[in-house]
């Protein structure tokens, strides 16, 4: 399990609590309580729906299963971004309205490295999303730690 050790010593897990604390730390919660309300439901979207989904077909050894699970899943997860993309996208390439926040990440965690663990694209009718995967992917201390960051399967 996840877990951080905070400058006092003491350890908390579970990551979309480490998450959700950093995200609260560095402002990227939201400006309003509607707005962080808003954030967690993409981040939760993201990490309890369809996190699970693709994670339970890599792990899937039999390609017959593979290919029905990707199937199942690349139809649930239409269904849940055709909502975010009419109802959830806000901002000019952000999620919320105010601009940046950790449902960007999110996302973009999403479509820039789980789908392509799985040979994956994102639908091009999803132009929202797409545009937000391309405005955080384009922020400049991202960009930078993609370029160095290990190589990794997960």
Known sequence: MPFVTL???SQFGQSAAIARYFASKGGLTGKTEEEKLHADMIVELVKTDIH??????YFQKDE??????IAEAIAK???WFQKVEANFVKGDGTVLESGFSWADL???NLVFDM????????????VKIHQVVEKVKSEPKIAAWIAKRPVTPM
């Open 115 to 126: 789908y392509p663990i799985l040979n994956l694209d994102l639908d091009a009718k999803f």
């Open 52 to 57: 699970p989904l693709l994670t339970k077909i």
């Open 106 to 108: 999110a996302l973009f």
């Open 64 to 69: 017959d299963q593979k290919k029905a699970q």
């Open 77 to 79: 997860i239409d269904t």
């Open 7 to 9: 400058e006092d010593g």
